[in-house]
């Protein structure tokens, strides 16, 4: 079975890590919302685990390169957010489990 363009988008967005947590951001549960359009424009809200990150403009320059070099993807539009703000609980199973907090 061939995986669709939102499988494809996550595996991509698994390979961004946050710099200071040796988790990538989709299990950190830093993406808010990813919205494909019909024609395949990309639309992902986003967070960052301080408001303060030294490397928020990399992260956010990363998803959005990576993002876009998804074979179908038409556009990319990240958006950073801090509503509402990151915490622990926001972390899946698997990050949880890696960082020691289960």
């Not at 061939?2 to 989709?26: F, G, M, Q």
């Not at 556009?75 to 899946?92: A, I, N, R």
């Not at 949880?96 to 289960?102: C, I, V």
Request: negative net charge; aromatic residues 6%; proline residues 5%.
């Amino acid at each position: 079975m061939e995986a669709t363009l939102r499988d494809k988008i996550e595996e991509v967005l698994k390979t961004v890590y946050d710099p200071e947590i040796p988790v990538n951001i989709w299990e950190l549960g830093l993406i808010y919302e990813l919205k494909i359009e019909e024609d395949n424009a990309v639309k992902v809200t986003m967070t960052l685990t301080a408001p303060g990150c030294p490397v928020a403009g990399d992260i956010v320059a990363e998803v959005q390169q990576k993002v876009e070099g998804i074979e179908g993807v038409k556009s990319v539009h990240v958006h950073l957010t801090f509503e509402p703000q990151w915490d622990k609980s926001m972390m899946s199973e698997e990050a949880m489990l890696e960082l020691g907090f289960l």
